[in-house]
């Protein structure tokens, strides 16, 4: 089959997701657990894209996870109450590309990567560490099925990475490099919801050079221990306006690394505490952390809070990378983008138009890794380099 299959459909990702995806004349299947809210969004996304005539004339063709049926009509959805649920459709129906946001990516992109195989591409918006090293470590059997997988399909990795190709081009392995992710995009209210809070509570299990509640960055070439919110860096970015950025165990690591092959990478966003205080207390938080029941009782209370909306703190979102190279030479970067929350829409559906076109290759890949720096300019991106 050719359909397109956007997991979490109705979410905030899901939702901005499935509208890019119809801006470049592609019907995404909307699945979710609520059939409900899968047809009113299915519905507002007839209206939207290059033809707005596109699916008039039938409804929505509703497809619950275990059955067959499929009605014929216009956008496409697919109920199913878990991830079980969601692999078995997939394994059912076969669709090209299946498109997962459903967090934590940790507990989500295997078993639905495995109903991918062998038969369907796969893509999420994974950026923890744990989550972007699993999927990066299949490679050689996605490459022996012929499918391509793409992990990291937002605005960290996919910003930061994009930079460091970009002034990696022609030049030899560099020795050392530091990318900083400085998103902006405004907040909705509402709960955080367990997914993601089980993102942020449960570390980065299983990857190895330190704790699960250690930061990590790469010495020698290998991942090494590293505070958390350490090495702080106050920024003046293109625009004039200044942040701080700090050292965070992200994917933009791991991605980094990978696309420059220097033996030393550090990765810091804005979003990391930063300030002594912060600094003196993560040893504290984390050693609580590492007790389980504490863990699974600060993931449910997290879950339940409530969050406010927020505006945009700047106009743009940027990535930024500092590479050295071994002959001292040193170049800095910076790639300007709009709201963050809109390009981890916009970067999704160019790659899946790409995968649909056939300009894929087969294995486990970041975006810019599989794409080169130009996927960035495609998304709207906008290189400022020194």
Same mark, same amino acid.
């Given at each position: ?56 004339? =039938? #409804?929505? %063709?509703? &497809?619950? +996870? $275990? @059955?067959? !049926?499929?009605? *014929? =009509? #216009?956008? %496409?959805? &697919?109920? +199913? $109450? @878990?991830? !079980?649920?969601? *692999?078995?459709?997939? %394994? ?295």
């Amino acid at each position: 089959m050719t359909e397109v299959w956007v997991l979490g459909g109705t979410g905030r990702s899901g939702r901005a997701i499935a509208t890019a995806l119809r801006q470049r004349g592609i019907d995404p299947v909307l699945v979710g657990r609520d059939a409900e809210r899968l047809k009113a969004l299915a519905g507002d996304l007839r209206t939207v894209g290059p033809d707005p005539a596109a699916g008039e004339g =039938g #409804g929505q %063709r509703t &497809v619950k +996870a $275990g @059955s067959g !049926a499929n009605n *014929a =009509g #216009g956008l %496409r959805i &697919v109920v +199913a $109450g @878990s991830v !079980a649920e969601t *692999a078995d459709a997939i %394994r059912r129906d076969r669709p090209a590309v299946v498109v997962n946001t459903i967090c934590p990516f940790l507990e989500t992109a295997e078993p639905i990567l495995a109903a991918c195989l062998p038969s369907s591409h796969y893509l999420d918006l994974a950026n923890d560490l744990a989550a972007v090293g699993a999927l990066l470590g299949r490679d050689a059997e996605l490459a022996a099925a012929g499918r391509t997988a793409v992990t990291g399909a937002g605005f960290g990795v996919t910003a930061t990475e994009s930079v460091v190709v970009k002034l990696c081009e022609g030049r030899p392995t560099p020795r050392r490099v530091r990318v900083d992710m400085i998103p902006s995009l405004a907040s909705e209210a509402g709960l955080v919801g367990d997914a993601l809070a089980g993102t942020i509570v449960e570390g980065i299990p299983g990857v190895p050079g330190g704790g699960r509640f250690q930061g990590r960055r790469y010495r020698d070439g290998r991942l090494a221990p590293a505070p958390l919110g350490g090495d702080p860096m106050r920024l003046v970015l293109p625009d004039g306006s200044a942040v701080t950025t700090a050292g965070m165990p992200l994917g933009e690591l791991m991605a980094a690394q990978r696309a420059s092959g220097a033996a030393d990478v550090l990765a810091a966003s804005s979003e990391a505490p930063s300030s002594p205080a912060a600094r003196a207390l993560f040893p504290v938080a984390t050693a609580l952390l590492n007790i389980g029941p504490l863990r699974a009782f600060a993931r449910r209370r997290l879950a339940m809070v409530r969050t406010k909306p927020h505006p945009k703190p700047r106009e743009h979102s940027w990535g930024h990378a500092v590479v050295d190279w071994p002959d001292g030479t040193s170049r800095e970067g910076w790639l300007r983008v709009g709201d963050a929350q809109t390009w981890t829409a916009t970067v999704p559906a160019e790659v899946v138009r790409r995968l649909l076109a056939g300009e894929g290759t087969p294995g486990a890949w970041t975006p810019a890794a599989l794409f080169g720096a130009t996927l960035a300019e495609a998304c709207g991106g906008e290189y400022r380099l020194g």
